[in-house]
């Protein structure tokens, strides 16, 4: 039954699929939500004048933002590719 079972869903194939899944989605949610802090600070420390603070708060996001539109973009390409 289990020599059935492998000629029919080829499970090395499928397991890095699920891992691959599981690491995109897990770091995109992490750099989408470090886009948002750096929003988030960005907002507090122009409204304290710090600016100093503020500009690396804007780039954490904007840094953040472009790793998103980066892993949107691979997503794209890979699935035009297969």
């Known amino acids: 039954m289990s020599a059935l079972f492998a000629t029919i869903v080829d499970t090395k194939a499928l397991a890095e699929t699920v891992a691959a899944a599981l690491v ?3 770091g995109i949610t992490i750099v989408f939500s ?3 802090l750096g929003a988030s600070l960005f907002g507090e420390a122009r ?3 710090r600016g100093g603070a503020a500009v690396a708060a804007a780039g954490l996001a904007l840094v953040a933002l472009g790793a998103c539109g980066a892993a949107i973009v691979v997503g794209i390409v890979v699935m035009i590719s297969k």
């Open 24 to 26: 995109a989605g897990v």
């Open 34 to 36: 470090l886009a948002i």
């Open 47 to 49: 409204r304290d004048g």
